[in-house]
């Protein structure tokens, strides 16, 4: 009579997830997770009877993701001080730019402030278009404030949504901001795009840029498209909107 062959218990599958989770080092969620999934597994195997292995990996998953915790919500605050830091300066670049009509190679400039969408960036016809109609309204831009700033929720993306204060010659208006947060991969930098920037007129209209027009979205089309395309044309959107209101003591104090 031949003895049974000796059995081999089965490794339990969630020991490797939460072994996975706890190695992830981009968010302390991620290890929270491998500890909760590492310790169901240990209970899993402890009461499979030998039927279930894999304790040792479910046991590295508690201790890896406890150990992981603190060291990623260190990384998660240095994150959020550089994005502060991020967006107080280079926003406020990225406004001066759009304002500086004068500017050498404006179409290059633009670029390296704005998102590009559908694979194109705001034509400097219609960012000179949208500055000439704000100067008109409120006259020369001084500078920039931010007044405050949310995360929006997008996992994919650092979104910023930002309420901003603009200073001109002789008033201020508020407006708002979307922007991008980046990792620049040649020094590892954080920077900051546009997505879209919009002023509140004197008048309680908005200009936004850019604009949501229906042919190319506010958006700037090739060079023989944009020869033959009249940028008078191109009515910056001029949409209500709801902004924070700022008391003018405050302004200046920012």
Known sequence: MNPEPPHTPRTHVPAYIGLFCSLVLCCPVTSLVGVLVGWFSLRAIDRSEGRLGGRRLALAAVILGLAMLPFQFLLLSVYNERSDEAISDGLANCVVTVFDIDGQDRKRALEQVFVRRRGLYPSPELADEFVRSVTADLGSFRSVSIVQRSVQPDFTRSLHDIAL?????????????????????????????????????????????????????????????????????????TADVNTADVDPAEADQQ
């Open 165 to 237: 204060v603009f200073m001109f010659e002789e008033t201020m208006a508020t407006g708002g901001a979307v922007c991008e947060l980046i990792m620049n991969p040649t020094n590892f930098q954080l920077e900051v795009r546009l997505v879209d920037l919009e002023i509140n007129l004197s008048d309680g209209q908005v200009l936004r840029l850019p604009a949501a027009l229906p042919d190319f979205d506010g958006l700037e089309t090739s060079d023989s498209q944009r020869g033959s395309a009249d940028v008078g044309s191109a009515d910056v959107d």
